[in-house]
Protein backbone atom coordinates (compact mmCIF):
# COMPACT_ATOMS: atom_id res chain seq x y z
CA UNK A 1 0.00 0.00 0.00
CA UNK A 2 2.72 2.29 1.24
CA UNK A 3 3.94 2.13 -2.97
CA UNK A 4 0.85 3.06 -4.50
CA UNK A 5 0.43 6.21 -2.07
CA UNK A 6 4.04 7.31 -2.86
CA UNK A 7 2.92 7.17 -6.23
CA UNK A 8 -0.25 8.77 -6.11
CA UNK A 9 2.11 11.79 -4.46
CA UNK A 10 4.69 11.53 -6.61
CA UNK A 11 2.33 11.99 -9.92
CA UNK A 12 0.61 15.24 -7.75
CA UNK A 13 3.98 17.07 -6.85
CA UNK A 14 4.85 16.75 -10.30
CA UNK A 15 1.10 18.03 -12.00
CA UNK A 16 1.54 20.76 -9.43
CA UNK A 17 2.52 23.60 -11.99
CA UNK A 18 0.68 22.49 -14.60
CA UNK A 19 -2.51 22.06 -12.20
CA UNK A 20 -2.26 25.47 -11.27
CA UNK A 21 -2.24 27.19 -14.67
CA UNK A 22 -4.99 24.76 -15.52
CA UNK A 23 -7.27 25.81 -12.42
CA UNK A 24 -5.93 29.41 -13.09
CA UNK A 25 -7.30 29.41 -17.29
CA UNK A 26 -10.52 27.79 -15.90
CA UNK A 27 -10.90 30.14 -13.48
CA UNK A 28 -9.99 32.81 -15.61
CA UNK A 29 -12.95 32.09 -18.30
CA UNK A 30 -15.54 32.88 -15.13
CA UNK A 31 -16.41 36.34 -13.59
CA UNK A 32 -14.03 35.94 -10.24
CA UNK A 33 -12.10 38.75 -9.67
CA UNK A 34 -9.24 36.72 -7.50
CA UNK A 35 -8.28 33.91 -10.07
CA UNK A 36 -4.90 33.85 -8.80
CA UNK A 37 -5.93 33.10 -5.10
CA UNK A 38 -8.60 30.74 -6.06
CA UNK A 39 -6.23 28.91 -8.51
CA UNK A 40 -3.55 28.54 -5.36
CA UNK A 41 -6.17 27.65 -3.20
CA UNK A 42 -7.56 24.41 -6.07
CA UNK A 43 -4.12 23.82 -6.60
CA UNK A 44 -3.38 22.74 -2.77
CA UNK A 45 -6.93 21.02 -1.76
CA UNK A 46 -7.69 19.33 -5.01
CA UNK A 47 -4.44 16.74 -4.68
CA UNK A 48 -5.25 16.03 -1.03
CA UNK A 49 -8.50 15.23 -1.42
CA UNK A 50 -7.62 13.06 -4.18
CA UNK A 51 -4.60 11.65 -1.98
CA UNK A 52 -8.11 10.87 0.73
CA UNK A 53 -9.81 9.53 -2.22
CA UNK A 54 -7.01 7.22 -3.42
CA UNK A 55 -6.03 5.59 0.25
CA UNK A 56 -9.63 4.97 1.45
CA UNK A 57 -10.64 3.37 -2.26
CA UNK A 58 -7.27 1.27 -1.54
CA UNK A 59 -7.64 0.58 1.82
CA UNK A 60 -11.48 -0.47 1.06
CA UNK A 61 -11.23 -1.84 -2.24
CA UNK A 62 -7.82 -2.93 -3.63
CA UNK A 63 -5.89 -3.85 -0.92
CA UNK A 64 -8.56 -6.73 0.74
CA UNK A 65 -9.16 -8.04 -2.65
CA UNK A 66 -5.41 -8.45 -4.10
CA UNK A 67 -4.05 -10.28 -0.89
CA UNK A 68 -6.96 -12.65 -1.05
CA UNK A 69 -6.38 -16.17 -0.87
CA UNK A 70 -8.09 -19.28 -0.62
CA UNK A 71 -8.70 -21.37 2.93
CA UNK A 72 -5.71 -23.83 4.04
CA UNK A 73 -5.86 -25.39 7.36
CA UNK A 74 -2.10 -26.04 7.56
CA UNK A 75 -1.31 -22.54 6.31
CA UNK A 76 -3.74 -20.99 9.01
CA UNK A 77 -2.26 -22.71 11.65
CA UNK A 78 1.70 -22.40 11.07
CA UNK A 79 1.29 -18.79 9.77
CA UNK A 80 -0.75 -15.96 11.62
CA UNK A 81 1.09 -13.17 9.88
CA UNK A 82 -1.15 -14.07 6.55
CA UNK A 83 -4.16 -15.13 8.29
CA UNK A 84 -5.92 -11.93 7.09
CA UNK A 85 -5.89 -13.19 3.46
CA UNK A 86 -7.88 -16.22 4.55
CA UNK A 87 -10.59 -14.24 6.00
CA UNK A 88 -12.79 -13.43 3.45
CA UNK A 89 -12.58 -16.98 1.57
CA UNK A 90 -13.54 -18.66 5.44
CA UNK A 91 -16.41 -15.72 5.76
CA UNK A 92 -17.67 -15.31 2.35
CA UNK A 93 -17.88 -19.20 1.33
CA UNK A 94 -19.42 -20.12 4.37
CA UNK A 95 -16.75 -22.50 5.13
CA UNK A 96 -17.15 -23.11 8.91
CA UNK A 97 -21.33 -22.80 8.68
CA UNK A 98 -23.25 -26.13 10.41
CA UNK A 99 -19.31 -27.47 12.02
CA UNK A 100 -18.96 -28.22 15.93
CA UNK A 101 -16.64 -26.50 17.97
CA UNK A 102 -14.62 -29.67 17.65
CA UNK A 103 -14.23 -29.69 14.13
CA UNK A 104 -13.78 -25.84 14.24
CA UNK A 105 -10.85 -26.32 16.43
CA UNK A 106 -9.27 -28.73 14.26
CA UNK A 107 -9.64 -26.97 11.26
CA UNK A 108 -8.16 -23.52 12.94
CA UNK A 109 -6.37 -25.24 15.93
CA UNK A 110 -6.24 -23.24 19.14
CA UNK A 111 -8.28 -19.79 19.80
CA UNK A 112 -6.05 -16.55 20.39
CA UNK A 113 -8.19 -14.77 21.65
CA UNK A 114 -10.52 -14.41 24.78
CA UNK A 115 -13.98 -14.62 24.41
CA UNK A 116 -16.28 -11.64 24.66
CA UNK A 117 -19.71 -13.54 24.67
CA UNK A 118 -20.27 -17.15 25.80
CA UNK A 119 -20.77 -18.98 22.58
CA UNK A 120 -18.41 -17.64 20.62
CA UNK A 121 -14.54 -17.85 20.07
CA UNK A 122 -12.02 -15.61 17.87
CA UNK A 123 -8.95 -15.84 15.76
CA UNK A 124 -6.23 -12.66 15.05
CA UNK A 125 -5.84 -11.94 11.76
CA UNK A 126 -2.79 -9.47 11.94
CA UNK A 127 -4.08 -7.34 9.72
CA UNK A 128 -1.40 -5.11 8.24
CA UNK A 129 -3.09 -2.24 6.91
CA UNK A 130 -4.87 -1.67 11.06
CA UNK A 131 -2.17 0.88 12.20
CA UNK A 132 -1.78 1.29 15.68
CA UNK A 133 -5.65 1.18 16.79
CA UNK A 134 -5.78 -0.70 20.07
CA UNK A 135 -8.77 -2.84 18.41
CA UNK A 136 -7.77 -5.49 15.67
CA UNK A 137 -9.55 -7.82 13.23
CA UNK A 138 -11.07 -11.21 14.63
CA UNK A 139 -12.64 -13.93 13.00
CA UNK A 140 -15.62 -14.42 15.48
CA UNK A 141 -17.20 -17.82 15.30
CA UNK A 142 -20.35 -17.60 16.76
CA UNK A 143 -22.31 -21.06 18.09
CA UNK A 144 -25.73 -22.07 19.01
CA UNK A 145 -26.68 -24.26 22.10
CA UNK A 146 -26.15 -27.74 20.20
CA UNK A 147 -22.04 -26.21 19.78
CA UNK A 148 -22.85 -25.91 15.65
CA UNK A 149 -21.37 -22.77 13.92
CA UNK A 150 -24.10 -20.36 13.19
CA UNK A 151 -22.19 -17.22 11.91
CA UNK A 152 -18.77 -16.56 11.10
CA UNK A 153 -17.76 -12.84 10.86
CA UNK A 154 -14.73 -10.39 10.82
CA UNK A 155 -15.39 -8.00 14.02
CA UNK A 156 -12.99 -5.52 16.18
CA UNK A 157 -12.32 -6.88 19.59
Not at 85 to 112: A, H, Q, S
Not at 120 to 127: A, M, V
Request: glycine residues 2%.
Amino acid sequence: MSDFIFYCILIQLILLVPSFYFYQWILSKTRLTAVKTYAYVCTILIPIILTCLFIHINTQYIAPWVRSEKFDSQKWKTNEQHRYRMINDIVNNNLLIGKTKVEVITLLGNTTEEEPCNDCIGYSTNEPNQGFSIDHKVLEINFDSASSVTAVSINDW
